[in-house]
Structures are given as C-alpha cells and as structure tokens.
C-alpha cells in the first residue's frame, strides 16, 4: 500500500529524504531522475492525490509524454533542492 500525505510539505520533505539517500549513497543525477520518475508512474498509478499540490503534479504527469516526464521530475527535484538551500541559509 502506498503512504498518503495530505500535507504538500510533508510530502515534499518525503521526498528530500529520498533524494539525500540517493546523493549519499552515490546515485548520479540521472539515476535518482530515473528512480524518481519510476516511483511517479506507481504513484500515478495507486495513490489517489489528497491535496491540490499533488493534484496538479498528476494532472501534469497524465498529459505528459515520456521526456515531459523526465522534465517534471528534475524540475521537483531541481525545487527540493533549492528549497533545501534556503533552509540551510537560516
């Protein structure tokens, strides 16, 4: 059964975690993308989206092709980390 987060920072925070494992462990870029982006399509496929944030994201992921996909799912992680900046600045 997949977790649900009703709150968009929770979630986010899920997945900054998971990224931060990546990076320690030593995944490149492109192989926390591909994971990412793998772990979208179950997502996709088995989470019903509890909150307008993750609403969006799937209507986006339903309408995107393959390379939209990849694009969305740098951009998330591309804002993860430059939200993890800013924390880390204060």
Same mark, same amino acid.
């Given at each position: 059964?997949?977790?649900?987060?009703?709150? $968009?920072?929770? $979630?986010?925070?899920?997945?900054?975690?998971?990224?931060? &494992?990546?990076?320690?462990?030593?995944?490149?870029?492109?192989?926390?993308?591909?994971?990412?982006?793998?772990?979208?399509?179950?997502? #996709?496929?088995?989470?019903?989206?509890? #909150?307008?944030?993750?609403? &969006?994201?799937?209507?986006? $992921?339903?309408?995107?092709?393959?390379?939209?996909?990849?694009?969305?799912?740098?951009?998330?992680?591309?804002?993860?980390?430059?939200?993890?900046?800013?924390?880390?600045? #204060?």
């Amino acid at each position: 059964m997949v977790e649900q987060f009703s709150d $968009w920072d929770k $979630w986010k925070d899920s997945l900054r975690t998971a990224i931060e &494992l990546g990076q320690k462990i030593g995944f490149e870029e492109e192989t926390i993308v591909r994971i990412a982006r793998k772990i979208g399509d179950l997502l #996709n496929l088995h989470a019903d989206p509890e #909150n307008r944030e993750q609403r &969006l994201i799937k209507e986006l $992921w339903d309408v995107a092709g393959e390379e939209e996909q990849k694009m969305l799912t740098k951009l998330i992680i591309r804002m993860l980390k430059k939200e993890e900046e800013a924390l880390a600045e #204060n």
